[in-house]
């Protein structure tokens, strides 16, 4: 069964904290993803990888960065959090060749006060 | 640029009634569809796809979906629905070019059911 797991389902941190947000999968792919949720917004990309060490920006990548050091890893990186990112976020993965279906993680929702 | 479109925000189902949440993209070649469903703190979790072949897609847990290229919409249908189905539904395209892979989703059709 496929599995993407998030390290924290709930996350509270002041701001101007540097927060880190773990995503692993473990079905080998190629493509990571991490996304942002807000009501009334939908889900709007954040960046997303396509290999190791690669990645790329998507549409909302202002205040964020990533690491990917490993395949099955994908890291989420706020250098200065602030309130106005509080949100959920979802990590999500897929083979390389597509089209292919995204798996999403449960999400972790972090307040930023 | 590809964009998706779910007009309706919320909406209210009785028990044992029908369903259908539309969806409707912008999109120049052959899309490739998605339906996901979120429950409340969850992720999201793959409904149905439409990649090519049939136009009616079945889906997990009694959906199906109807691709129809002349309306650029893909409507998700569900012909009773149960209490357990309250939920937010997302409806998504994947982009093309450099941003194959990605998907575009919709704001979410967030659905009630009544007793």
């Known amino acids: 069964d496929v599995k993407v797991t998030q390290s924290s389902r709930y996350l509270v941190k002041r701001t101007g904290e540097k927060v880190f947000l773990e995503c692993v999968q473990d079905m080998d792919h190629e493509n990571m993803f991490w996304y942002r949720q807000d009501p009334g917004l939908g889900l709007r990309l954040i960046y997303f990888?396509?290999?190791?060490?690669?990645?790329e920006k998507g549409d909302i990548p202002e205040g964020y960065s990533v690491s990917r050091e490993k395949k099955e890893r994908f890291s989420l990186i706020l250098e200065s959090a602030s309130t106005n990112q509080t949100s959920m976020y979802l990590c999500?993965?897929?083979?390389?060749?597509?089209?292919?279906?995204?798996?999403f993680g449960p999400g972790t929702r972090l307040l930023v006060l | 640029a590809q964009s998706v479109t779910q007009p309706d925000i919320h909406i209210t189902v009785s028990e044992g009634a029908s369903l259908e949440l539309r969806c409707n993209y912008s999109y120049g070649a052959t899309p490739y569809l998605f339906w996901y469903v979120q429950s409340p703190g969850q992720g999201l979790q793959l409904l149905l796809k439409y990649f090519s072949g049939d136009t009616l897609v079945q889906g997990i847990k009694g959906f199906e979906a109807e691709f129809k290229r002349s309306q650029s919409s893909f409507n998700l249908r569900k012909p009773s629905v149960h209490w357990s189905d309250a939920a937010e539904y997302f409806c998504a395209v994947e982009g093309y070019g450099g941003s194959q892979g990605n998907l575009i989703f919709g704001k979410g059709t967030k659905l009630s059911v009544k007793p």
């Open positions: 999500a993965s897929n083979p390389r060749q597509g089209p292919e279906t995204q798996y």
């Open positions: 990888s396509y290999d190791v060490k690669m990645k």
